[in-house]
């Protein structure tokens, strides 16, 4: 099952951040290379998926 969140933080300049599960629970480290099919570069507030 697949889970929702939003991108908390982002350092664009070092290319990772953190994520919040929307159900709660402690952020999940995320880096640019698990933007491998997405356009453009995440923001911060972005609605991502989760695993």
């Known amino acids: ?3 929702q969140g939003h ?3 982002w ?3 070092k290319g990772f951040g ?3 599960p929307a159900a709660g629970g402690e952020k ?3 880096h640019i290379s698990a933007f491998a099919n997405r356009r ?3 923001e911060v ?3 991502v ?3």
């Open 1 to 3: 099952m697949r889970h």
């Open 7 to 9: 991108i908390s933080s």
């Open 11 to 13: 350092k664009d300049d």
């Open 18 to 20: 953190f994520i919040t």
């Open 28 to 30: 999940v480290f995320v």
């Open 40 to 42: 453009g570069r995440p």
């Open 45 to 47: 507030d972005d609605r």
């Open 49 to 51: 998926p989760t695993s």
